[in-house]
């Protein structure tokens, strides 16, 4: 019994999100994704990041802005509640950016220390690439496919790192 009721607690949070996370995904057979952003993040999208927006201007958006007026007549409240639970999700983390090109710059960015943070790394090539993920204390790879979008949570070190992909680097900085 307690066990249940312990899981129950561990689990209601991740469970709303993800069916936020999902509506965002799917929604109108395109989702909000398709015009924001696979992770809310604008990704250079006609929506923009809407990462963390309230529901006032979701509404507001579903309203006047005429490219989401179909969307408005499909999605009931419970629906708007839900995808702006998964966009306050999204905005409580501090987000990275990483695009890789064909060019060979080192980007920066900067980290808050020791905060929950989101990554999002963009392929921008033709080929498959594979992200090393240890620098951040994560025992990982993440792998994105040709011109694909992948996202990983991660809490930010105390320090400065670096990633690194075919000779691409990006160097995430703390202020110490
Ligand atoms: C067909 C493209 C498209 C789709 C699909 C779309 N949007 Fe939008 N959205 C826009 C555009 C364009 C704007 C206006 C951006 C601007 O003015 O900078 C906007 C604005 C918004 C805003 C207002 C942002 C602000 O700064 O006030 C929110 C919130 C928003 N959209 C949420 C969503 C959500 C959630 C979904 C999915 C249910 C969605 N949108 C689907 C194109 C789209």
Same mark, same amino acid.
């Given at each position: 019994?307690?066990?249940?009721?312990?899981?129950?607690?561990?689990?209601?949070?991740?469970?709303?999100? #993800?069916?936020?996370?999902?509506?965002?995904?799917?929604?109108?057979?395109?989702? @909000?994704?398709? @015009?924001?952003?696979?992770?809310?993040?604008?990704?250079?999208?006609?929506?923009?990041? =809407?990462?963390?927006?309230?529901?006032?201007?979701?509404?507001?958006?579903?309203?006047?802005?005429?490219?989401?007026?179909?969307?408005?007549?499909?999605?009931?409240?419970?629906?708007?509640?839900?995808?702006?639970?998964? +966009?306050?999700?999204?905005?409580?983390?501090?987000?990275?950016?990483?695009?890789?090109?064909?060019?060979?710059?080192? %980007?920066?960015?900067?980290?808050?220390? %020791?905060?929950?943070?989101?990554?999002?790394? %963009?392929?921008?090539?033709?080929?498959?690439? #594979?992200?090393?993920?240890?620098?951040?204390?994560?025992?990982?790879?993440?792998?994105?496919?040709?011109?694909?979008?992948?996202?990983?949570?991660? =809490?930010?070190?105390?320090?400065?790192?670096?990633?690194?992909?075919?000779?691409?680097?990006?160097? +995430?900085?703390?202020?110490?």
């Amino acid at each position: 019994m307690l066990l249940t009721a312990y899981a129950n607690l561990v689990y209601a949070e991740p469970n709303e999100n #993800a069916l936020g996370e999902n509506l965002y995904l799917t929604i109108g057979g395109y989702g @909000c994704a398709a @015009c924001h952003g696979k992770y809310a993040n604008g990704a250079g999208n006609v929506g923009g990041n =809407i990462r963390g927006a309230s529901l006032e201007q979701f509404n507001h958006a579903l309203e006047n802005e005429p490219t989401m007026q179909l969307l408005s007549d499909v999605l009931v409240p419970e629906q708007r509640g839900l995808i702006v639970q998964y +966009l306050a999700s999204l905005g409580a983390m501090p987000l990275v950016e990483w695009s890789i090109g064909e060019d060979t710059d080192i %980007k920066a960015q900067q980290l808050i220390p %020791k905060q929950l943070s989101q990554l999002v790394v %963009k392929n921008d090539t033709l080929v498959a690439i #594979a992200v090393d993920l240890s620098p951040l204390a994560i025992n990982q790879t993440l792998h994105i496919e040709p011109l694909d979008t992948q996202a990983v949570q991660f =809490i930010a070190p105390a320090f400065s790192v670096s990633l690194q992909v075919n000779g691409q680097a990006l160097q +995430l900085l703390v202020n110490e």
